[in-house]
């Protein structure tokens, strides 16, 4: 599927582009997720984990078109409502073991 392809080369240059200059804070978002919804929009799509691909083995691919999908993706972040959550959480956290 050429969309399959297309989102693929979108994940992978993304990461690579040098477009990116911060740290990556995959766990803080998956639980920023699941606790400030309101941060962030999401689709439908369809993921699935390449298995068999000789060179993409492991690689995750995500289909927005599929008509099935399987999973609720996150696409785009509130980031200043983002980071001023997760200094309100430090916050608290060092206001305990002070």
Not at 53 to 82: C, H, K, Q, Y
């Amino acid at each position: 599927n050429q969309s399959r392809a297309n989102q693929s080369r979108a994940n992978q240059s993304s990461a690579t582009d040098g477009e990116w200059d911060g740290q990556a804070v995959h766990d803080v978002c998956a639980i920023a997720h699941v606790v400030r919804p309101d941060l962030f929009s999401s689709r439908p799509a369809r993921v699935q984990v390449e298995t068999t691909g000789e060179f993409t083995r492991g690689m995750t691919v995500v289909d927005f078109d599929s008509p099935s999908p399987n999973a609720i993706v996150p696409v785009t972040l509130d980031v200043a409502g983002f980071w001023a959550y997760v200094e309100h959480v430090y916050s608290i956290v060092a206001g305990q073991h002070a």
